[in-house]
């Protein structure tokens, strides 16, 4: 198996309306793998292997010895009112892989509570192997993992404070180690439960955030914009209340979001967003992907060339994963505090030994970081087969 060639890819049609879905376990461990369920129009076949490819270098990069790699995918608006039903259909339709141990949650469009609603309804429950089900101390940790989860820290849910703080965590360690003091100007795509838990820790650390993109428009303030205030209006489904916005805001279309001046750029929403057609845009020195595979190959040779470092996704957006991998095997206290110290430390200490062998050895972070995360390729022997 190549990086390129994942374990198992199926492909769904929907009866109902013309959504197609997939579903992409890249690699297993123990039978087991992890990933979130992505709703989006754009989304491909191509895509989902890409973020399952994605995920088990997260998994690795973690320090997991439990979990592999999946992820799933459907091409579909998740605003539209039968969203929800388009999910059930498709989780339906995925349920024999489920059961054997790919463990599908939430991510773009897709919340996760409404993954487990419908798991829950059908009779699945939580995802997980024989094993697992069949060990009543992981069962208690399962249900430790889902209380803290919804325990609160800095006015977020665990749940969704805990990417976020940790794409902070790796943004802040990048660029005090590029030699950079405080107060520097950030970007922001996307204000969702990544974007917004984000925007409010960088506000806290004193960066000061000059623009911010959602599914609707963009707004940007060279003084700063209002991120409490953003935060505390903010809508379901990460959209910003228009009625926060202050009138000193330039408020545009969202496809111009690279041309706000800034720092670092922080792409926490969809794929691909930079790209070939638009990388000769970028001016900050520092990108740091909080979403998945926001940089195209393309741009990243681009952007090498320029001399523009990157936090590698699947190092600075672990924290979701980081936060059942610690209190499914009882290796910190289920507590928020406990938890957050985890993740933050965990981040920095892994984005710090990419950026120092970035550094030593001339190559750029994503090398470096796809070296040293590689995962092991294993399957899974009883894997219903198409
Ligand atoms: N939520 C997590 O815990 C988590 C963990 C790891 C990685 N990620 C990654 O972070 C990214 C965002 O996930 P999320 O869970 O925050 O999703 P979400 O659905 O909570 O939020 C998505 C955000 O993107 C915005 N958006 C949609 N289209 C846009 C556009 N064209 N321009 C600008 N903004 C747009 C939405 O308005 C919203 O603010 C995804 O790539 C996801 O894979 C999320």
């Not at 010895?65 to 388009?86: M, N, Q, S």
């Not at 935060?231 to 009625?243: I, Y």
């Not at 938890?339 to 970035?358: G, L, Y």
Request: aromatic residues 8%; glycine residues 10%.
């Amino acid at each position: 198996m190549s990086e390129n060639k994942p374990y198992i890819l199926v492909e769904w049609n929907d009866t109902e309306t013309d959504a197609k879905g997939w579903l992409c376990a890249y690699n297993f461990v123990n039978n087991y793998c992890g990933g979130g369920t992505r709703m989006h129009p754009t989304v491909t076949a191509e895509e989902v292997v890409r973020l399952a490819t994605a995920m088990g270098y997260k998994y690795n990069a973690c320090e997991s010895k439990t979990t592999g790699g999946c992820k799933g995918g459907i091409a579909y608006d998740y605003r539209a009112p039968d969203a929800k039903d388009v999910l059930r259909r498709y989780l339906i339709a995925m349920s024999p892989y489920i059961r054997c141990g790919v463990s599908i949650g939430g991510d773009l469009g897709v919340d996760y509570g409404d993954v487990l609603d419908i798991l829950d309804d059908i009779g699945i429950g939580l995802p997980q192997t024989e094993a697992m089900r069949n060990d009543p101390e992981q069962q208690k940790r399962i249900k430790d993992h889902d209380d803290v989860c919804k325990m609160t820290y800095d006015g977020f849910t665990m749940y969704d404070m805990i990417t976020g703080y940790g794409s902070a965590a790796a943004l802040d360690e990048a660029w005090k180690f590029k030699g950079n003091g405080n107060g520097a100007r950030v970007v922001l795509q996307g204000f969702g439960c990544a974007g917004a838990s984000l925007a409010y820790c960088l506000d806290k650390w004193g960066y000061k955030i000059v623009g911010i993109s959602d599914a609707n428009c963009l707004i940007s303030c060279e003084e700063g914009l209002d991120v409490k205030k953003l935060v505390a209006t903010r809508k379901p489904k990460g959209e910003m209340d228009p009625q926060a916005f202050d009138p000193s805001y330039a408020v545009r279309s969202n496809t111009e979001w690279l041309d706000v001046d800034c720092d670092i750029l922080v792409p926490a929403a969809l794929e691909d967003v930079i790209n070939a057609g638009n990388v000769d845009k970028v001016k900050a020195s520092l990108i740091v992907e909080a979403a998945n595979i926001p940089v195209t190959p393309q741009a990243d040779a681009i952007l090498a060339e320029k001399g523009v470092d990157v936090c590698v996704d699947f190092i600075t957006n672990m924290g979701g994963i980081r936060i059942y991998e610690v209190v499914l095997f009882g290796l910190v206290e289920p507590e928020p505090n406990a938890i957050a110290e985890d993740t933050m430390n965990i981040i920095r200490r892994q984005t710090r030994r990419v950026f120092e062998e970035a550094a030593r050895s001339g190559k750029t972070t994503r090398q470096v970081a796809r070296e040293l995360f590689a995962p092991a390729k294993s399957g899974h022997p009883d894997m219903p087969t198409i």
